[in-house]
């Protein structure tokens, strides 16, 4: 299937991207990777009259650390966050979970921002995102803001992001030395969204849980964070009451739309499930 016609722009710095942002209004959209965009467009769900390609930016790729933070780039791909060293060393969930996003193909074109800017809770990034305390850099004609990700997914779709801001960059804290994570994600072939996902960061004193993170992916309208499962975990070693208790609280907070990956009551069963799995596997790697 063919998109419908469109304008296309290719700016080489953020500054000029947003001058097309804001001279063209909401008929134009930002091209990442376009591996979620393309397919609506020819879908006729997204019907664009431009597309501004920000491949061809420098500043929104790259991996670094600075200011204790490690910053990527908002067009870093989801390969290129798989072979980083840096992440694998400081940050290792993302280079772990990115390796469950999709097939080959997509992963070498696919970016972390796109995956983000998208707003779509069947995606991965929002609830790692969620999960590792990350922040996002949005940059509009008024200059940057971060918002945090908790705070960014608005619903299906709609995230913090005005018509005329670009997401730069992700931040986040590096793991501090103890730290295990892992992300679970149920899902029903190779290069599935998930049915249920569950992106988990723990730190552990003593045989209890000091630090606890969990995100949630594709069981609401947006990603979750699953704050009462957490407050479960905390003060607690990680008995099988302990985890039945985040189990339940996860269940709590699921409301998941039926679809072909399952019924809202499946759905919400493999949330708790993928949870648990997640809490052990981090917890294994609390070292
Ligand atoms: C077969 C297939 C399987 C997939 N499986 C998964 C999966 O398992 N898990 C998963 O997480 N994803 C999956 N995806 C989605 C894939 O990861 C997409 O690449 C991702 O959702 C969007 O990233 P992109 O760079 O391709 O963005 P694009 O498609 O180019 O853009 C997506 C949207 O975000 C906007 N946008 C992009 N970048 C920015 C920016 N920097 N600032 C502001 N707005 C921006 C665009 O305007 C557009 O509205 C799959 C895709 C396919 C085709």
Redo the contacts with the bound molecule.
Sequence with gaps: MIPPAFDYHAPVSVGEAISLLSSLGDDA????????????MKLRF?QPGTLID?NRIPE?RGITEEGGKIRIG??T??SELIDSQLLQDRLPLLPEAAQ????PQ??N???I???I??G?P????PAIAMALDAEFVLQGPKGERTVKAVDFFHGTYMTA?AED????AILIAPFAAGTGSAYQKL?RKT????TAGAAVVLRMSGGKVTHASIGLTNVAPTALRAREAEAALIGKVLDDATLDAAVKAVRTVCDPAEDLRGDAEYKTAMAGEMTKRAIRAAAARCK
Excluded: F
């Design positions: 959209k930002i091209l990442a990777g376009g591996h979620s965009l393309l397919p609506m997204a920000i929104l908002a067009m791909t989801e469950l996003i999709a097939d997509v992963r074109r696919g970016t921002g796109g995956d800017a998208h779509d069947g995606n991965d990034h992001l801001e670009i997401l730069t899902k290069g599935d969204w998930a």
